[in-house]
């Protein structure tokens, strides 16, 4: 299947600082990517729907100017996690559509978050 | 609200089949039923996914109820590496996939 790829895979920050984590479609084009978050034992919890070339659309209760998505390109979606706090430690996790394969969204590997 | 319903846990004996079922019985005529798998400290990996007809691929096949309600996740022979949460979700055009508890798959040998 195709391939989604996220960087870093785990990061430690300090609180009061921001973060970025990547999220690539490496061999095809995805205009919408999709972030999720999820604690342990816990499900996948959507966050946001990333478009390229516009902002993104934010669930509810998710503080957009504290997670910030881009998505500049057809294989790139960002996502800053601004002012970290312990609380956002998290496995941070985004998908992307491949158009080409019959709508098949394919997931990264995940990014660990721990804020200390 | 991931509008589907699943058990909360399975079992399996090795080399035996594994049927998962899942209930999705508010499901719209447009949505697909996908399904996919996760072990811990991963990405979730695609595994299936149908729209009305019966699916096969070399992971699983996926039986879809005639009236669509509800879907099952057949892996024909477990092995200790299909012990994971699997998910069965629905999504239809560009909507994102919305995840439920999911049934954790323990299989033993």
């Known amino acids: 299947g195709a391939v989604v790829s996220q960087h870093p895979s785990w990061v430690i920050c300090k609180s009061g600082t921001s973060v970025k984590i990547e999220c690539r479609s490496l061999d095809f084009q995805a205009t919408t990517m999709f972030w999720y978050r999820q604690f342990p034992k816990q499900s996948l919890m959507l966050m946001a729907t990333s478009n390229e070339g516009s902002k993104a659309t934010y669930e509810q209760g998710v503080e957009k100017d504290k997670f910030l998505i881009n998505h500049a390109s057809l294989t790139l979606s960002t996502l800053t996690v601004t002012s970290a706090h312990p609380e956002d430690s998290s496995f941070y996790i985004c998908?992307?559509?491949?158009?080409?394969?019959?709508?098949?969204?394919?997931f990264g590997e995940g990014s660990w978050l721990t804020v200390v | 609200d991931a509008k589907t319903t699943q058990p909360n846990s399975m079992e399996s004996n090795e080399e035996e089949p594994v049927h998962l079922p899942c209930n999705h019985s508010?499901?719209?005529?447009?949505?697909?039923i996908h399904w996919y798998r996760q072990l811990p400290s991963q990405g979730p990996e695609y595994v299936i996914h149908g729209l009305t007809s019966n699916v096969n691929n070399r992971m699983a096949s996926l039986a879809i109820a005639e009236d669509r309600k509800s879907s099952t996740l057949i892996l024909h022979r477990a092995t200790l590496r299909d012990a994971a949460v699997y998910y069965c979700?629905?999504?239809?055009?560009?909507?994102?996939?919305?995840f439920g508890k999911g049934t954790r798959l323990s299989v033993i040998a």
């Open positions: 508010t499901i719209s005529g447009t949505d697909y």
């Open positions: 998908s992307a559509r491949d158009v080409g394969s019959g709508n098949t969204i394919y």
């Open positions: 979700t629905r999504s239809s055009g560009n909507t994102p996939l919305v």
